[in-house]
């Protein structure tokens, strides 16, 4: 008989063939992923809750139309660069550079059109700009 203590062996896992099939899971949730396009998303803007509406005694309100024109406080300009844009801001910022510039677009103008009284208000040196919204409430309503 034999009656000496046998070694255990020590289980042994082996992890190929685990890490294999995660490999697979990986490139099967890869493949059959599906990628939104941004282009099929439909966007109205802007709508924001305030809570009051602030009141700037140094403003130049300018609207931006869907179709890329502009209004410095209710006075249409002639050109669509910012060349004009430009020369009218400044002949309505009375107040030289504490004067805040209100953008008033249209949801459905271009980011461009936007982009254009940004930087004729920077080339006339004014830094102080915010954005026109109506409530949800209006905007509901319309």
Known sequence: MN?????KEEPEINLIPFIDVLLVV??????????SK???MQLKLPVADADAQRDYPRE???????????????????????????????????????TTIIISADATATHQSVITVMEAARR???????????????????
Request: aromatic share 8%.
């Open 26 to 35: 990986l490139i099967f949730l890869m493949l059959t992923t599906t990628y």
């Open 124 to 142: 006339v040196g004014l830094a102080h700009i915010t954005f026109a919204t109506q409530s949800s409430g209006q905007a509901a309503a319309r």
């Open 60 to 98: 130049v309100v300018v609207a931006v139309s869907s179709d890329g024109r502009y209004m410095v406080n209710k006075q249409p300009v002639t050109g669509r660069g910012p060349e004009a844009l430009s020369e009218t801001i400044a002949g309505a910022a009375k107040a030289g550079k504490d």
């Open 38 to 40: 941004f282009t099929e």
């Open 3 to 7: 009656f000496r203590p046998r070694v």
